[in-house]
């Protein structure tokens, strides 16, 4: 199982950026999936999160500004960042709960590779 993030770059504040993760590989059924980030000499936080079925979970700070979708034909989820601020910066992963496997009702943790979002004040 992959998942491949993109869609990072430099923005100055107030713009907008969209980050998309795609998951590839042996996917019997997709839970969770969700944006954490990490910002320098912090440790990685819960950016937003969103379960097959039900109600999405929006860290404080980006409530009103971030929403998450997903596309669980294209098994992939999306994170639209409005009115970005320089405290956004930060290394953002895209996190997946995937059940690979039909024989087994084990879910695992899965995490994209990293991509780097810089808001310049």
């Known amino acids: 199982v992959q998942l491949q993030a993109s869609g990072g770059g430099l923005v100055q504040a107030g713009g907008s950026l969209r980050l998309s993760c795609a998951a590839s590989g042996r996917i019997f059924s997709i839970n969770v999936m969700g944006w954490y980030r990490q910002a320098p000499g912090k440790e990685r936080e819960l950016v937003a999160a969103?379960?097959?079925?039900?109600?999405?979970n929006y860290a404080d700070s980006v409530k009103g500004r971030f929403t998450i979708s997903r596309d669980n034909a294209k098994k992939t989820v999306y994170l639209q960042m409005d009115s970005l601020k320089p405290e956004d910066t930060a290394v953002y992963y895209c996190?997946?709960?995937?059940?690979?496997?039909?024989?087994?009702?084990?879910?695992?943790?899965?995490w994209g590779q990293g991509t780097l979002v810089t808001v310049s004040s």
């Open positions: 969103m379960p097959s079925g039900g109600s999405t």
């Open positions: 996190n997946a709960r995937i059940r690979p496997y039909t024989y087994s009702r084990v879910y695992h943790d899965y």
